[in-house]
């Protein structure tokens, strides 16, 4: 089975701290994203990246980086933390599979509180 | 651009009822349609999806999904609901072409009652 696996399922940070959220997975895909996920407004996509090194802008990209050194880890980071950052975040990876079909592997979510 | 639309946020049904998960998405190309689930605590796994051929797919937990073109729908069906069910339902739409991406509706919670 596919697995992606974030590193901390619950997150509690200072507002102006520097956060990051790792997710690996295991089944060599090519394309990986991150989400958030808000009560009433489903899944926004944050970034996502096609192969090592490459990143594109998701929907809601500010106050986020991302990076990708290997095709396994994913990072996302948050510069500078601040309160309408407290979320759910989700990652998700899939093949390279033809344009438009995104059948996507999530991780269990990491819950950020920015204090 | 290409939306998904899902009324409701919660949609209740008593054990062994008729569930009906409605999602009516916006594409300007023909669209892939997927529907995701996402239990308490858990991340999001597919449940079923429609690319091409036959309208109506099935997945998994007995659940299926019917590409109504002129409709814009994709309404996720089961017939007789469990207890196991009760969780967040997500229907999402993508298109053909490099760099498309999956757009995501806003969720409905699905609660089933004893």
């Known amino acids: 089975d596919v697995k992606v696996t974030q590193s901390s399922r619950y997150l509690v940070k200072r507002t102006g701290e520097k956060v990051f959220l790792e997710c690996v997975q295991d089944?060599?895909?090519?394309?990986m994203f991150w989400y958030r996920q808000d009560p009433g407004l489903g899944l926004r996509l944050i970034y996502f990246s096609y192969d090592v090194k490459m990143k594109e802008k998701g929907d809601i990209p500010e106050g986020y980086s991302v990076s990708r050194e290997k095709k396994e880890r994913f990072s996302l980071i948050l510069e500078s933390a601040s309160t309408n950052q407290t979320s759910m975040y989700l990652c998700a990876s899939s093949f390279l599979q033809p344009p438009g079909v995104w059948e996507l592997f999530f991780g269990e979510g990491s819950r950020l509180t920015v204090l | 651009a290409q939306s998904v639309t899902q009324l409701g946020s919660h949609v209740s049904v008593s054990e062994g009822a008729l569930v009906l998960l409605r999602c009516n998405y916006s594409?300007?190309?023909?669209?892939?349609l997927f529907w995701y689930v996402q239990y308490p605590n858990q991340g999001l796994q597919l449940l079923l999806k429609y690319t091409t051929g036959a309208t109506l797919v099935k997945g998994i937990n007995g659940f299926e999904a019917e590409f109504k073109k002129s409709e814009t729908s994709f309404h996720l069906t089961k017939p007789s609901a469990h207890m196991s069910d009760a969780a967040e339902y997500f229907c999402a739409v993508t298109r053909t072409g490099a760099n498309s991406k999956l757009t995501f509706g806003k969720g409905i919670t699905l609660s089933v009652r004893p």
């Open positions: 594409s300007s190309v023909p669209p892939y």
């Open positions: 089944m060599d895909h090519e394309n």
